[in-house]
């Protein structure tokens, strides 16, 4: 079965200092990788993705993600955290047609 | 924002009604996926539809079903609804059913009474 696993439910990090939001992934072939973040009351926003190419992908509003092949992993990252970026973020794989989701990561920036 | 726009925001019904989500698609794009999200996780899909047709299906029962108009913007309707299908129900539209990313709508706020 294709699944998606975000290991932590609540990410709190300090302004100004780096993050991480774990996500790994089961599917067969190759996956289309995707990070999708949610603000309350809103709909979903894309940030990134990965097809293919370079493992280090850069999205939007300067997260990036790294795309790890022998530990199905692809971790979103950011290097100085900013308040505004506390939401709710979810990975995603694409199979087929459909977007399999985690459960999201609630991201906590501390001022 | 993304130019996919669903109405209404917000709506309430009783148990046992039907009703109709409507979401009008970004310009160009073919495919309509729909997906529920239930407070507390992340969305479920529903179905998609691309080029009018039904192009896939997730694990909901057939009094979910949906359609899809020649300008590409889709309705999901919902007969004999449950008190367990209040949700979240988004609509993302995309250029292709695959690689491309999908643009969500802000989603419509179903509670079911």
């Known amino acids: 079965a294709q699944s998606v696993a975000q290991p932590e439910d609540q990410v709190k990090v300090a302004e100004g200092n780096p993050l991480t939001v774990k996500c790994t992934y089961s599917?067969?072939?190759?996956?289309?990788l995707f990070w999708y973040v949610q603000y309350p009351n809103r709909g979903l926003q894309f940030l990134l993705k990965?097809?293919?190419?370079d493992n280090l992908v850069k999205g939007s509003y300067g997260f990036e993600a790294e795309f790890n092949k022998s530990q199905t992993s692809f971790h979103l990252k950011k290097p100085s955290a900013l308040v505004s970026d506390s939401a709710l973020y979810f990975c995603a794989v694409n199979s087929n047609y459909q977007l399999i989701w985690g459960a999201g990561t609630k991201l906590i920036i501390k001022p | 924002e993304t130019g996919v726009t669903q109405s209404p925001t917000h709506l309430i019904k009783t148990r046992g009604q039907q009703v109709t989500l409507r979401c009008s698609s970004q310009?160009?794009?073919?495919?309509v996926s729909w997906y529920q999200q239930a407070l507390g996780q992340g969305p479920q899909f529903i179905f998609q539809?691309?080029?009018?047709?039904?192009?896939g299906r997730g694990n909901f029962p057939p009094r979910f079903s949906g359609l899809q108009f020649p300008n590409y913007s889709s309705e999901l309707n919902v007969n004999a609804l449950e008190l367990d299908d209040s949700a979240l129900y988004l609509c993302?539209?995309?250029?292709?059913?695959?690689?491309?990313?999908?643009?969500f709508g802000q989603g419509t706020r179903l509670t079911v009474v």
């Open positions: 539809y691309y080029r009018e047709e039904e192009n």
């Open positions: 599917v067969s072939g190759n996956p289309y």
């Open positions: 990965y097809i293919t190419g």
């Open positions: 993302a539209s995309s250029l292709g059913t695959r690689g491309p990313e999908a643009f």
């Open positions: 310009s160009g794009h073919n495919t």
